[in-house]
Nanobody, 124 residues
Framework: QVHLLESGGGLVQAGDSLRLSCAAS????????MGWFRRAPGKEREFVAV????????YYDDSVKGRFTISIDNAKNTVYLQMNRLKPEDTAVYYC?????????????????WGQGTQVTVSS
């Protein structure tokens, strides 16, 4: 069993930064791939970024590439999403998720565990 707990969301202005945290627990958590997804009002859940715990390899959606950075603190079993130059269109509930395997890290249906989500609101 894996437990994920996000934190760090809030209300900011366009151009500001936020750092989201995802505290992970579970006996085999380091064997998982960790992803961040988001869901804006009236929209489908969408992929944001992913990192592999074993080697730290990262991938990003084009909409956040160059602005967001995903990272892992192995000592704290925590995954971070540093979000810079935030835009109003980044407003969404952000979810941390863990995946043990699959064909595409961008498919939310392939993730096994999810956190409860944290709200990010960016005002213009």
């Amino acid at each position: 069993q894996v437990h994920l707990l996000e934190s760090g969301g809030g209300l900011v202005q366009a151009g500001d930064s936020l750092r989201l945290s995802c505290a992970a627990s579970g006996r085999t958590i380091t064997s998982y791939t960790m992803g961040w997804f988001r869901r804006a009002p009236g929209k489908e859940r969408e992929f944001v970024a992913v990192i592999t715990w074993s080697n730290g390899r990262t991938y990003y959606d084009d909409s956040v590439k160059g602005r967001f950075t995903i990272s892992i603190d192995n000592a704290k079993n925590t995954v971070y999403l540093q979000m810079n130059r935030l835009k109003p269109e980044d407003t969404a509930v952000y979810y941390c998720a863990a995946r043990s395997g699959g064909s595409s890290y961008q498919k939310w249906g392939e993730y096994d565990y999810w956190g409860q989500g944290t709200q990010v609101t960016v005002s213009s």
